[in-house]
């Protein structure tokens, strides 16, 4: 059983187009992570969510906090965008979701 | 500031010995996390460190254990490492709690032989 899912998968978009990944989460949290990693291993922590929206320059999560889901928003997708996208959730514990392969084709 | 500094960066070791990784967290941070990410699992949440107590535990054998010192730094020990114990080990911290912007290390390529 899965606490946090994660769709799609893998992910390829031709330069400039909206992109967006969905994580569904079936625990109680007191907030949602949206993290990035490159090729090689680092991981960038993107946004910390409890409720509503972010908006970070061509990044946008939303939470709604009813439904158990959330998104994250690409606008005009770069090559350098290409990482992988992993949900996280923080409750009694750190549950993460298996990350969506994202490719930027230029 | 200096970011979250993980050391050794890479690691070999044989099965049936034991293995401590450092974590070095951002000046100020209290809160470590030590999480294990492998090519089947993912990443896995092992432990969270605040004020040198540990505040939550992941679902891992007592063979995964760590500490935290005063200054926040943590220690992570691994004993009677087995094969499947081969991941990257990664920590991250946070000013007091999980539920704040998590800053990674680099983390540690542990390769079990």
């Known amino acids: 059983k899965n606490e946090v899912e994660q769709s799609p998968q893998n992910l390829t978009a031709q330069e400039g187009e909206f992109i967006t990944i969905n994580c569904s989460y079936s625990v109680g949290i007191s907030a949602l992570h949206w993290l990035q990693q490159h090729p090689g291993g680092g991981i960038v922590s993107l946004f910390m969510?409890?409720?509503g929206k972010k908006k970070h320059g061509r990044l946008i999560a939303t939470i709604n906090i009813q439904e158990k889901h959330s998104s994250l928003h690409i606008t005009a997708s770069h090559p350098r965008d290409s990482a992988v996208y992993i949900c996280a959730v923080t409750g009694n514990q750190f549950y993460f979701g298996t990350g969506t392969s994202l490719t930027v084709i230029p | 500031k200096a970011g979250v500094t993980q050391t050794p960066r890479y690691l070999i070791k044989t099965r049936g010995q034991q293995v401590t990784l450092s974590c070095s967290p951002i000046?100020?941070?209290?809160?470590v996390s030590w999480y294990q990410q492998t090519p089947g699992q993912g990443l896995q949440f092992l432990f969270e460190?605040?004020?040198?107590?540990?505040?939550n535990k992941g679902n891992f054998p007592g063979r995964f254990s760590g500490r935290q010192f005063s200054n926040s730094r943590s220690e992570m020990n691994v004993s009677t490492l087995e094969l499947g114990d081969s991941a990257l080990y990664l920590c991250a911290s946070s000013l007091e709690s999980r539920n704040q912007p998590q800053h990674f290390g680099d983390g540690t390529r542990l390769s079990i032989l």
């Open positions: 000046s100020g941070h209290r809160s």
């Open positions: 969510l409890s409720s």
């Open positions: 460190y605040f004020s040198e107590t540990q505040r």
